[in-house]
């Protein structure tokens, strides 16, 4: 019988013959989620494997051995400190998309971590709505509604799946009641204009996608990744409708690739006269968020 040091050993090197940069890692979030130890048990690492239980270690490493992402394994991935249900319909949600969120949240007055909250012009607003264009799992719309409690979120994804994902997430963290679920493509749908605008799209060049890490272009969803032939195709759509599906004062704010942010301001310039754009940078020092305000609303008898 193998022990839990043992076990872990050989699960470690395993993944790493098989190419996975995390593989001490993995093969540790794998085993307390396949046996249920804790990490005092995990620590001290003499306890035997039952058989069974071997067993059961050794089919979960076999699949992230052949890159499956621990998330889909586990079916669960954290976001903005929630635990989110996820499966291959659905992206992964991304620590980076958490600026996407902390920016959101700042407009509205509400803040996640320590930072003080700014004053904005959104920040009065005593029933915010919002949209999460391309919603995926729900991380987004379901992690606003839970910090912005007067908040009624608009999530409108093109897969039917992703919605059904983003749905259970919603009951699973009590704020079902305040997510409206449309199917549709991109703004289309949105049956009124709101405050904010919050999108992270696919945007990553079709030709790039082939060469992506196994994790991803194996597993995750096509239609989550592909933005076309320069990654651009989601922005092109929406940006253009911003002046009808934002309020006055309003915000857009949309996750984007590293080296795109000069694409999106020349958009933005072309489609929306006199809007301002601002750009953030995630932790890794990478150009990450857009934001576009000072939009002007569109004149409703053209
Ligand atoms: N919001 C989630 C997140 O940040 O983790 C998922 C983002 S994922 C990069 C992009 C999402 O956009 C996917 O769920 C995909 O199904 C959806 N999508 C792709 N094309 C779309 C379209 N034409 N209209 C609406 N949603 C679309
Ligand atoms: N950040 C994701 C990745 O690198 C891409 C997500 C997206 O296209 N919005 O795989």
């Known amino acids: 019988m193998l022990t839990i040091r043992d076990a872990l050993a050989w699960a470690s090197r ?33 306890t035997s494997l039952s058989e069974e239980q071997d067993a059961t270690f050794r089919e979960l490493i076999s699949r992230r051995a052949q890159s499956e992402p621990v998330a889909y394994i586990i079916g669960k991935k954290e976001f903005m400190g929630l635990e989110f249900a996820v499966d291959q319909r659905v992206l992964v949600p991304r620590p980076e998309t958490e600026l996407l969120v902390e920016k959101t949240l700042a407009l509205f007055g509400s803040t996640y971590g320590s930072a003080p909250p700014p004053t904005t012009v959104l920040s009065d607003e005593s029933h915010p709505l919002i949209a999460d264009i391309g919603t995926g799992s729900g991380a987004i719309a379901v992690s606003l509604s839970k910090h912005l409690p007067r908040a009624t979120v608009y999530a409108t994804d093109i897969s039917a799946d992703a919605l059904a994902v983003a749905q259970e997430s919603s009951v699973a963290h009590d704020v079902a009641g305040r997510i409206v679920f449309i199917q549709g493509h991109f703004l289309q749908t949105l049956p009124r204009p709101v405050h904010a605008i919050v999108c992270n799209p696919p945007y990553i060049p079709q030709e790039e996608i082939t060469g992506l890490e196994r994790d991803v272009r ?25 002046s009808t599906y934002l309020l006055p004062g309003g915000f857009a704010l949309f996750e ?7 694409a999106l301001r020349a958009l933005a310039a072309r489609h929306l006269p006199g809007a301002r754009v601002d750009v953030y ?22």
């Open 14 to 46: 395993r993944l790493e013959i098989n190419g996975i940069a995390s593989c001490a890692l993995d093969a540790r979030i794998l085993l307390r989620h396949a046996l249920g130890y804790s990490d005092l048990d995990v620590a001290r690492g003499t």
């Open 218 to 242: 194996d597993y995750e969803p096509t239609v989550a990744l592909s933005g076309g032939t320069d990654g651009l195709d989601a922005y092109r759509s929406i940006i253009p409708d911003l």
């Open 256 to 262: 984007i690739g590293f080296d795109q942010a000069a």
């Open 281 to 302: 940078q995630d932790l890794a020092g990478f150009d990450r968020v857009v934001q576009v305000s000072q939009v002007v609303p569109a004149d409703p008898e053209n």
